[in-house]
């Protein structure tokens, strides 16, 4: 993603310095602490995952009236399974489930900042925020997912969803061939963070 969009190599490390010398300010003013920065971060790794969103779609998978369900009202849906407690908080308030099919292909962006929902997808990757995405992927996503690596056919349909603080969408990508007779579970662990934004599709196990 780095190389396609033009970014310095060392960005994000740059970008890394800045935050720890920024807390590092702030716990040293005494408005945060180590252990509060502890609690947020955790929260994110232990309850706020990409994990989330793999279970979403890996039942979705598994039980088409579901699929059906959450694509209808997201919320009501997700909130029929066993997932962390706050689901509904946290960016996570206004969750909309696309569906992609054989003629039809969904790419979630957010051109006036990252809007993003959390609790299904964790914390947005790096280049999801660059305005240089957000704008080429609005103007041009087609080009912009083939420079990525995802080549649609011509027939295939994209549909481009620009999340806000009133819809958060999410991608529920195809069943991937070579999967008859996995578990949820194990269909789980193909789902990527990536497919469910609509930049990347679940591979085949087999392949």
């Given at each position: 993603?780095?190389?396609?969009f033009?970014?310095?190599e060392?960005?994000?490390?740059r970008?890394?310095?800045?935050v ?7 716990i ?14 955790g929260?994110?790794e232990?309850?706020?995952?990409p ?10 998978w598994t039980?088409?009236?579901f699929?059906?369900r959450?694509?209808?009202d997201?919320p009501?849906?997700?909130a ?17 489930a696309v569906?992609?099919?054989p ?6 962006i ?7 929902p959390?609790p ?9 925020k ?10 041009e996503?087609r080009v ?8 649609l056919?011509p ?9 806000s603080?009133?819809?958060?969408w999410f991608?529920v990508?195809q069943?991937?061939a ?5 578990t949820e579970?194990?269909l789980a662990?193909?789902v ?7 930049i990347?599709?679940?591979p085949?196990p087999?392949?």
């Amino acid at each position: 993603m780095t190389v396609q969009f033009g970014y310095p190599e060392d960005r994000e490390a740059r970008s890394a310095a800045r935050v720890r010398a920024l807390e590092a300010l702030l716990i040293e003013k005494g408005v945060i602490t180590g252990a509060t920065v502890d609690k947020v971060l955790g929260y994110f790794e232990a309850d706020m995952t990409p994990l989330n969103g793999a279970k979403i779609v890996a039942r979705a998978w598994t039980d088409p009236e579901f699929g059906e369900r959450l694509v209808k009202d997201t919320p009501a849906a997700v909130a029929e399974l066993d997932l962390p407690v706050g689901m509904d908080g946290a960016e996570g308030e206004h969750l909309q489930a696309v569906a992609n099919t054989p003629g039809v292909h969904n790419l979630v962006i957010c051109t006036l900042c990252s809007c993003f929902p959390w609790p299904v997808l964790g914390l947005p990757p790096y280049w999801y925020k660059d305005p240089t995405f957000r704008a080429r992927a609005a103007r041009e996503p087609r080009v912009v997912l083939k420079e990525i690596g995802l080549d649609l056919d011509p027939s295939v349909e994209l549909r481009v969803w620009d999340s806000s603080g009133h819809s958060r969408w999410f991608v529920v990508p195809q069943r991937p061939a070579g999967t008859d007779g996995m578990t949820e579970e194990e269909l789980a662990a193909l789902v990527t963070t990536e497919s469910m934004i609509g930049i990347a599709e679940v591979p085949s196990p087999a392949a």
